[in-house]
């Protein structure tokens, strides 16, 4: 089993629409927690940091899930800007293991 | 406004040749990063250091060195290139408040290797 797994997609959603992504890891010990996009051969950016509770930023709700080791994304009222891979990542055992999913693609259709 | 910052963009290299690829912040950040990314693979950690004069290995260390004499500068050298290190590489930047890291990435580095 990969440390860190998410489904590559394509989710091909129509604008306005509502979606949500999953990541699963597999170390129970991890600790902290990340949503990445990455936009066609360009550097990933910071979405947002996911904590224990949960946390919202605008369209965007992120959720952590520590008794089935998962975090999820949700994105609300999908816009064409949204088109993009998201990465989710996962820190534990300190700096040294931060580990990237590969990935789920998202585009949003007109 | 510069954040992280990587030269090259791109480099053509042979079999056998050395280069030093070339990250630089201004954001005085503490933990600095580098990563491959290839397809289908995410991207791996190869190498991070949490201040100036301390470095560790990530995940996939062989092949490459670092080295941190300033807080801003975190050059990454290939010793000897092989074609199996061509890739996309990319430098990032974190501050660390109460061991959160909120990463910055710079453009990239694309490298391929004859």
Redesign the interface.
């Known amino acids: 089993r990969k440390e ?1 797994e998410q489904d590559p997609g394509p989710f091909n959603v129509p604008e306005g629409a509502t979606v949500a992504f999953n990541c699963t890891y597999s170390n129970s010990a991890s ?2 927690f ?1 949503w990445y996009r990455q936009d066609c051969r ?5 979405l947002m ?1 996911v904590y224990s509770s949960g946390n919202e930023d605008g369209r965007f709700t992120a959720q952590l899930n520590r008794a089935s080791q998962y975090i999820s994304l949700l994105i609300r009222d999908s816009k064409l800007s949204d088109s993009a891979t998201y ?1 989710c990542v996962v ?1 534990s055992g ?3 293991k ?6 789920t693609k998202l585009q949003v259709i007109p | 406004n510069a954040g992280v910052t990587q030269t090259p963009k791109f480099q053509v290299l042979k079999t056998g040749q050395s280069m030093t690829l070339q990250c630089a912040q201004d954001m005085n950040h503490e933990y600095m990063s580098w990563y491959r990314q290839d397809p289908g693979m995410g991207l791996r950690l190869i190498h991070y250091s949490v201040g100036a004069g301390i470095t560790d290995q990530g995940e996939v260390p062989n092949g490459y060195n670092v080295s941190r004499s300033t807080t801003e500068d975190f050059p990454l050298r290939l010793l000897s290139a092989a074609p199996s290190q061509t890739s996309v590489y990319f430098c990032a930047s974190s501050p660390v408040v109460e061991g959160i890291m909120a990463q910055h990435f710079g453009d990239g580095t694309r490298l391929s290797i004859l």
């Not at chain 1, 360009?42 to 910071?46: D, T």
Request: aromatic share 14%; glycine share 14%; charged share 15%.
């Open positions: 860190v600790q902290s990340f360009k550097e990933p950016k910071l940091s990465l820190v300190g700096y040294q931060v580990t990237f999913g590969t990935g």
